[in-house]
């Protein structure tokens, strides 16, 4: 149903995620920016396929999965770094993959405002 789009915008979301968790592990000032970081990016990957999307709820779920799973293995590699507690894998998720369905929806309205 949502195919290589989906893929590739959680594949885009992940790789910045990572290179975040990354930069944050050495740098304290980053890491202070982890939440509003990774739900942006997360925004980012829902926007890249929500264009793409037939219907809005479509929209809206695949944002959210590409928010979601970008969010949690990022999540993930900051946890195994030491940087960020085992309770944000959950609340961390959660609220990215509701910030990538928003995205999801802003990607799909924005072509039909602008056309």
Do not use: E
Not at 26 to 51: D, E, K, N, Y
Not at 69 to 85: E, F, H, Q, R, T
């Amino acid at each position: 149903m949502f195919g290589n789009t989906l893929a590739r915008a959680t594949l885009i979301g992940l790789v910045l995620q990572l290179i975040m968790a990354a930069a944050g592990h050495f740098s304290p000032t980053v890491a202070q920016f982890f939440a509003i970081g990774g739900m942006l990016i997360s925004l980012l990957a829902g926007l890249v396929q929500g264009g793409s999307r037939p219907t809005w709820r479509a929209a809206a779920v695949g944002g959210a999965i590409a928010g979601g799973v970008c969010a949690l293995l990022g999540i993930l590699a900051s946890w195994i770094l030491g940087d960020v507690p085992a309770m944000i894998l959950a609340m961390g998720t959660a609220m990215s993959a509701f910030t990538g369905a928003i995205g999801g929806l802003i990607g799909w309205r924005l072509p039909r405002v602008l056309a």
